[in-house]
């Protein structure tokens, strides 16, 4: 058909061709980070939100149950050092901050990773 040009889409492909395990964010928005803590027992619960990700370091020795939801993840460095000190493993932190992943869920040893699109 003529008058009608086909334009194709350029795709992000900063994550191709990288080592695996390497931490590079993949996504449009570029957003400050922004933790929301959920630790909870049968007797008690707490929220909170924060824009510092050192809250969330007592959390990792805790008894309690501890859900950490982690938005802004474009700051790869800080997710990169609160990752690093729960001890999780460098191609789980790679998915972490890649945004254009399948819903994913994943058991290991202490915990379960859920990645999510909304």
Avoid: C
Avoid at 57 to 73: A, C, E, M
């Amino acid at each position: 058909m003529e008058g009608f040009p086909i334009r194709k889409r350029k795709k992000k492909t900063s994550h191709l061709h990288q080592i695996p395990g390497q931490m590079v964010y993949v996504g449009d928005k570029d957003r400050p980070l922004q933790l929301e803590i959920f630790d909870y027992t049968p007797a008690h619960f707490k929220h909170i939100t924060s824009q510092d990700y050192q809250v969330a370091l007592p959390y990792r020795d805790s008894s309690t149950v501890t859900w950490i939801d982690v938005n802004g993840l474009s700051q790869v460095q800080k997710i990169k050092e609160l990752s690093a000190y729960f001890g999780l493993h460098p191609l789980l932190q790679e998915d972490i901050v890649n945004t254009k992943q399948r819903p994913k869920f994943e058991e290991f040893e202490g915990g379960i990773f859920l990645a999510l699109r909304s």
